[in-house]
């Protein structure tokens, strides 16, 4: 089965500017997340859809983040202005069911974003 | 709050020797527990997980955790390592109150010595 496509892979902006992340998920996978991964630190979840709701957005800072998963499939992730701590890599996954249980979580490669 | 601990930043072993990753947890009810290992620009790839039932899980390439509820802990480990081994290892909660939201560890980087 193909697994979880995200792009771009890398991306350097200015302080400021915007950015946008896809994602695409496994066929079939309800639920879809949004991952910040700081170096030397382990993912952090910023937002959880179910199927195009969102269950958990409490870690997003809204001020500058917004996320959507239009139909169900398909999201984006979207920064503005993006801050220099912003600079991190944003992992997709996505799983059967809310808890993962039915065969774990499968993550993307990820998107590294560098602000400068 | 919910707070998973992987104690070693850094673990080094030479090929062929045993390796085990340490990791506790903070919470109040079983979790569910997750292994995930990152090589250099990947995502993650998931080890092995454990739900409920048998407390010592098999997972991919040779890797097994042993889950120890009196001691809140999940170390993983492999008999033998090879160096196609080397990589950064990550330990996730998951727990009933927050559906899906995984809590990971800061990660142990293996280095294998040939």
């Known amino acids: 089965e193909a697994g979880v496509a995200q792009s771009p892979r890398y991306k350097i902006i200015e302080k400021r500017q915007s950015v946008a992340f896809w994602c695409n998920p496994i066929s079939g996978h309800a639920t879809l997340y949004w991952y910040q991964q700081i170096l030397g630190q382990g993912p952090k979840l910023l937002i959880q859809?179910?199927?195009?709701?969102?269950?958990?957005d409490s870690q997003l800072p809204k001020d500058r983040f917004s996320a959507e998963r239009l139909k169900g499939v398909d999201s984006t992730l979207k920064i503005q202005p993006a801050k220099l701590e912003d600079s991190a890599v944003y992992l997709c996954?996505?799983?059967?069911?809310?808890?993962?249980?039915?065969?774990?979580?499968?993550f993307g490669s990820g998107t590294r974003l560098t602000v400068v | 709050a919910q707070s998973v601990t992987q104690p070693d930043i850094h673990i080094t072993v030479s090929e062929g020797a045993s390796l085990e990753l340490r990791c506790n947890y903070s919470y109040g009810a079983t979790p569910y527990l997750f292994w995930y290992v990152q090589s250099p620009g990947q995502g993650l790839q998931l080890l092995l997980k454990?739900?409920?039932?048998?407390?010592l899980v098999q997972g991919i390439k040779g890797f097994e955790a042993e889950f120890k509820r009196s001691q809140s802990s999940f170390n993983l480990r492999k008999p033998s390592v090879h160096w196609s081994d080397a990589a950064e290892y990550f330990c996730a909660v998951g727990i009933g109150s927050t559906l899906g939201r995984l809590y990971f560890g800061r990660g142990t980087q293996l280095t294998v010595w040939p």
């Open positions: 996954a996505s799983s059967l069911d809310l808890a993962g249980t039915a065969g774990g979580y499968t």
């Open positions: 859809f179910q199927n195009n709701g969102v269950v958990d």
């Open positions: 454990y739900f409920s039932g048998d407390t």
